[in-house]
């Protein structure tokens, strides 16, 4: 399977992270989904951030960038290029490590490529397209200070529901199945997904509609 992606221009404005597509400006999956979280989920990063003070924001740029390393060194592994380990904090190679032995079993067919879909009018970035157990997947590589379950990753699932709905939208694919490798506090998980869930796309849909209503509520004068 070959295809052939747009490149896609991204800027920042008004809070928010667009992509600059071929068929218009669509804000981002991860806008989208941090701008609807719910009310409970709001309330207990709120007070995490003010237990924590000024310590929240350093622990949650350290996070970031051990994300940011994690999706570096999985790409190189995937391309068979050297993983110039020095270039990283420990933490990130002990993240990347925990769970190399996953992404080694990827029969990497695209890797990082910006995905777009007219209808939903939604872009974003996906981790990787590939064979995984001899299945197609749409592939996300996450890191986490703690050990999650199938309860916190459900925002996760609606991003690859995007992506794949997008993906098959697109390039006429038929992608089903969604993996999540995670490295958890040194262990790594794997969370396998039924993108096939007509729920994940209704919630996506719905999410993506309250994304405009608070949007132009905080900023009328915002067209399209």
């Not at 747009?6 to 600059?20: F, K, N, Q």
């Not at 007070?47 to 949650?60: T, V």
């Not at 200070?145 to 925002?155: G, Q």
Request: net charge neutral; charged share 25%.
């Amino acid at each position: 399977m070959n295809f052939t992606y747009h490149e896609c221009e991204t800027v920042s404005h008004l809070d928010c992270r667009w992509y600059i597509t071929p068929t218009g400006i669509y804000p981002s999956i991860t806008t989208i989904l941090g701008a609807t979280v719910s009310a409970e989920k709001q309330a207990a990063l709120d007070n995490w951030k003010a237990a924590l003070g000024p310590e929240a924001d350093k622990i949650s740029r350290e996070a970031a960038d051990k994300g940011t390393a994690v999706h570096t060194l999985a790409e190189r592994l995937l391309l068979n290029q050297p993983l110039k380990l020095e270039e990283f904090d420990q933490p990130a190679v002990d993240a990347f490590n925990s769970v190399k032995l996953v992404i080694k079993k990827i029969k990497p067919i695209s890797l990082e490529k910006a995905i777009y879909s007219p209808t939903l009018k939604l872009a974003g970035r996906f981790d990787c397209l590939g064979t995984f157990e001899n299945k197609l997947y749409l592939i996300d590589y996450k890191t986490s200070r703690r050990i999650k379950t199938e309860n916190d990753i459900h925002d996760y699932k609606i991003q690859l529901k995007f992506y794949a709905d997008a993906h098959n939208e697109r390039y006429g694919t038929e992608i089903k199945n969604g993996l999540i490798i995670m490295a958890s506090a040194g262990f790594p998980l794997i969370f396998k997904i039924n993108l096939d869930d007509k729920a994940l796309r209704t919630e996506l849909e719905d999410r993506e509609k309250q994304f405009w209503v608070n949007f132009l509520a905080k900023y009328p004068t915002e067209v399209n």
